[in-house]
């Protein structure tokens, strides 16, 4: 049974290493993620760590977990910023308010396929333009949801959040253990 890693997000390999866990492999699947018309977040995010875990090759016996972490402001789904300028529009609409941070965590072995979608809140002090620009400056907000994220100089920026900071993220751990046991992987040596 290999364990693979269906993600080439860094923290989502480092959020694991804090379970213990070390991936036999790494293969990030190449989707498309574009939302569909009218799709909400949480279905949205669902979906897409859903198709990215049927996406990855792997053997009968192994276990795959892909996950997907989405910002949604109200409505509104904020994926990575495509550039510094759609970076600065989102930080503007997030200063000052409070949105969730979804991350759905897909975990599979053959045809069985265990999800868990867990949905937090972060609130974001209201941001003048220097601060804007000084986050921007840092590159940080490359490739996270939403252009920011909370373990790096953002984390300056949120007062409050409410559920599950590794969700925010990338990996919420309580329930990625829970999965991975329901599963059948042998976290903290269990017999399988
Ligand atoms: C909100 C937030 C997001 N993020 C990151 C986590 C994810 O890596 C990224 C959202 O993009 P995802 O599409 O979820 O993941 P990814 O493209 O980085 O990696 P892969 O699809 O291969 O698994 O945003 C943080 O690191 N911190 C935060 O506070």
């Given amino acids: 049974m290999a364990f693979i890693l ?10 694991l290493a804090q379970l213990g866990v070390q991936p036999d492999a790494i293969c990030p699947p190449d989707i498309d993620e574009t939302p569909l018309k009218g799709e909400l977040p949480v279905p949205y995010c669902s979906r897409i760590a859903r198709e990215k875990v049927q996406a990855v090759q792997a053997d009968a016996g192994d276990i795959v977990l892909c996950a997907d ?6 409505r ?5 910023p495509e550039n510094a300028g759609q970076a600065a529009e989102f930080l ?12 759905s965590v897909a975990v599979r072995c053959g045809e069985r396929l265990l999800q ?5 809140q972060v609130k974001v002090k209201r941001l003048s333009d220097t601060e804007v620009n ?3 400056a840092t590159g940080d907000w490359h490739g996270k949801a939403g252009a920011y994220a909370i373990q790096g100089p953002a984390g300056a920026f949120v007062p409050w959040i409410s559920g599950s900071f590794t969700g925010i993220v990338g990996l919420p751990l309580s329930e990625t ?16």
């Fill in 6 to 15: 269906g993600s080439g997000s860094p923290r989502r390999l480092d959020l």
């Fill in 69 to 74: 972490t989405t910002v949604a402001l109200g």
């Fill in 76 to 80: 509104r789904i904020l994926g990575k």
């Fill in 92 to 103: 503007h609409a997030l200063s000052g308010r409070r949105h969730r941070v979804v991350t």
């Fill in 116 to 120: 868990r979608d867990v949905v937090s």
């Fill in 134 to 136: 000084a986050y921007l």
């Fill in 177 to 192: 253990a829970g999965l991975l046991q329901a599963i059948g992987y042998p976290l903290y040596g269990e017999a399988p």
